[in-house]
């Protein structure tokens, strides 16, 4: 009976240690005003996004052939059926943009996860085993890191083909060398403290020690990285799509839109304005709360 409360205390105190945490967590990260409103920005988008097809007005696919090049709502022969206007082949583009949020954040989740996968496994090989097998991880991160990393995008999307999922692959590759450098940086830290000592000397294997004893104690610097990575991500995407290397019309991810609109810049601007307004906020507000989160995480910023 006395275990089974023992045990039932010490889950209390876990649970009231954990909300100490977000609590703290929270206050820092929601100093910084900046963080606060991206954020907000990020979860309205992810929202759109999420019900693209309850949201869109119309379709993103679907062609009116008696609204072609229509401006906005508040402009001259504008009409509240298309309220942000229309292409040059009479598709909505309020509703492209409302569903080329999907993509921009489906591109983000999909590039962080293989660049934080990929990047923590070798920079945690190269930092707790070291000697050659770290020079040699290090300098092909130096290699891939001695690119222009759109050029290098491109020659990968080249070899491997257009297309949004080669592209994903493609800058993914090109962002987890930081996620390695930092992982292998946390962990030459790390390795040398005495708790790590406590667990070997307790007879913890490699794995355990690389994953549960020293990873957990990394992820703060993590965390921000991939967050500025998320946005790199879109804008990378952007940019290939732009160039014709990513996703393919008709598609409504927003760098395509930008590279279908390029020839009407001059007499129908807001087929290129508005694909490009929605880059700069998503990219904005994520790396607004990238700063938050380092506010938040970072010891050395937090104020006494």
């Not at 996968?117 to 040699?136: E, K, N, Q």
């Not at 001695?146 to 993914?172: D, H, Q």
């Not at 790396?287 to 970072?298: E, F, Q, S, T, V």
Request: glycine share 8%; net charge neutral; charged share 15%.
């Amino acid at each position: 009976m006395t275990e089974v409360s023992g045990t039932a205390a010490e889950e209390r105190v876990g649970r009231s240690a954990e909300r100490e945490v977000l609590a703290e967590f929270w206050y820092y990260f929601r100093e910084n005003r900046g963080a606060v409103i991206g954020l907000c920005v990020f979860v309205s988008l992810a929202l759109i996004a999420i019900l693209a097809p309850l949201v869109a007005p119309h379709s993103p696919t679907e062609q009116y052939r008696d609204a072609l090049l229509q401006p906005p709502v508040w402009q001259d022969k504008g009409s509240a059926t298309f309220l942000l206007g229309t292409d040059a082949v009479g598709r909505d583009i309020l509703s492209r943009l409302i569903y080329g949020a999907r993509f921009s954040l489906f591109i983000g989740v999909v590039v962080v996860t293989i660049s934080l996968f990929v990047g923590i496994t070798l920079g945690l090989v190269a930092g707790f085993f070291g000697g050659r097998t770290d020079t040699f991880i290090m300098r092909v991160m130096d290699v891939i890191l001695s690119f222009p990393s759109l050029l290098l995008a491109l020659v990968l999307v080249a070899i491997l083909g257009p297309g949004l999922m080669n592209a994903m692959i493609a800058i993914a590759l090109i962002l987890q060398p930081h996620f390695v450098r930092l992982t292998r940086a946390a962990v030459l830290t790390e390795k040398t403290r005495d708790y790590v000592t406590a667990a070997r000397v307790a007879g913890a294997g490699r794995l355990r020690l690389m994953f549960r004893t020293i990873l957990p104690n990394c992820m703060a610097p993590l965390i921000v990285q991939a967050t500025l990575s998320f946005s790199n991500a879109i804008l990378d995407a952007a940019a290939l799509g732009f160039l014709g290397m990513g996703a393919q019309p008709p598609t409504p991810e927003w760098g395509t839109m930008l590279a279908e609109a390029r020839e009407f810049i001059l007499r129908a601007p807001w087929v290129v304005t508005f694909p490009g307004l929605a880059i700069l906020v998503t990219v904005l507000s994520i790396n607004l709360m990238g700063d938050g989160l380092r506010d938040a995480l970072d010891p050395k910023l937090k104020r006494s």
